[in-house]
């Protein structure tokens, strides 16, 4: 019989930063030259969250693009369907993405083309389009949500339409069954999220018990089903924060702890174990690195630059979701 694996436990650094690395302090320079601001996702390394001006999901990082007046330049340190919304939100400003390869596995699923042929067939839908989709989906959908206001965005919809959730079908379950709403589901899903394996899980809880078990919607539904909290990536930092225990189980991309260990002092993070391994990176968000990030600043390159119709088109939908999410 294997012998099972031991899950990675990390405790709080309780404000204790290590000292700037070389790499790091060129990158604050390079942001002020370049007057730049530096976005970051939650599943980004410590390294690069260290330096940012701003940390979250994928909303509260849509607001901040949107709402960015003062720096000529946005750095977006997440995946490319992140930084295309940032360009869709503040077209005025040069975004830049440090490896232009950092995609999606769920933005891939749902193909433009197949989106335009199934509307075209089914003049009713009312698509609702999860923000990690590309631009052409999202020129393409009536409105955006994200995971942490697809509820509200899915009550909004005006009842006699019938909704057609792209890309994840996972979230889109998991809002249908929040909401009591009926949708069609397109066949997507985050390759990262479907990794996490219930009996691993129960094994963690045995382990710790009393630790409440947090699980982002991207995952399965049997997952979804052990938590004591299904939330967006943003929403776990406020609940650990409130909450009275002092162990977590994060059933999410493991750079999350990064971000929570920073903010959440005496407080001890279980990454959520898949069935082989303690933690679950997702491929595309590890390829932004200190270095490629450096390099980008110093390059000014790559640059995410989109046609003015496309950007429009995708604008609309996503200024939509911006009110709605007030
Ligand atoms: P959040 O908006 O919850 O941060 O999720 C984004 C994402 O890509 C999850 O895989
Ligand atoms: Fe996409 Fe999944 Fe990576 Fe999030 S974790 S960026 S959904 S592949």
Not at 51 to 59: C, E, K, N, R, T
Not at 74 to 100: D, Q, R, W
Not at 123 to 137: K, R, T
Request: hydrophobic content about 40%; aromatic content about 6%; proline content about 6%.
């Amino acid at each position: 019989m294997n012998t099972p694996f031991s899950l990675k436990v990390y405790d709080s650094l309780n404000g204790n930063l290590p000292p700037l690395t070389p790499i790091q302090e060129e990158i604050l320079r390079l942001k002020k030259e370049r007057n730049a601001i530096l976005l970051v996702h939650n599943y980004q390394s410590a390294e690069i969250q260290r330096v940012a001006d701003y940390v979250g999901d994928s909303l509260g990082l849509a607001y901040q693009a949107e709402a960015e007046k003062d720096a000529d330049v946005i750095v977006f340190c997440g995946v490319h369907f992140m930084a295309e919304t940032a360009k869709i939100v503040n077209p005025s400003k040069t975004v830049l993405l440090p490896v232009v390869e950092a995609g999606c596995s769920l933005a891939d699923s749902c193909d433009a083309a197949e989106l335009a042929a199934v509307k075209a067939q089914n003049p009713n839908l009312y698509v609702v389009a999860y923000i990690n989709c590309s631009a052409a989906v999202k020129a393409l959908a009536d409105v955006i949500c994200t995971s942490g206001n697809a509820k509200k965005i899915v009550e909004n919809v005006p009842a006699d339409r019938e909704i057609l959730f792209v890309p994840d079908q996972n979230l889109g379950s998991w809002v249908a069954a929040q909401t009591g709403r009926k949708m069609r589901l397109w066949p997507g899903s985050c390759y990262a999220h479907v990794l996490f394996s219930v009996k691993e899980i129960q094994r963690a809880r045995e382990q710790f018990p009393g630790a409440p078990v947090l699980v982002h919607p991207e995952c399965v539904e049997s997952v979804r089903a052990t938590a004591d909290i299904v939330c967006s990536t943003e929403k776990m930092v406020t609940f650990c924060k409130e909450s009275a225990a002092d162990t977590f189980i994060i059933v999410t991309e493991t750079n999350m702890i990064a971000r929570l260990r920073q903010e959440i002092p005496n407080k001890k993070f279980v990454a959520g174990p898949t069935a082989t391994c303690a933690c679950n990176e997702c491929m595309f968000m590890k390829m932004n690195t200190p270095e490629t990030l450096r390099d980008c600043l110093k390059n000014m390159s790559p640059e995410i630059k989109l046609p003015e119709d496309l950007r429009l088109a995708a604008y609309t939908p996503l200024k939509r979701m911006l009110d709605w999410s007030k």
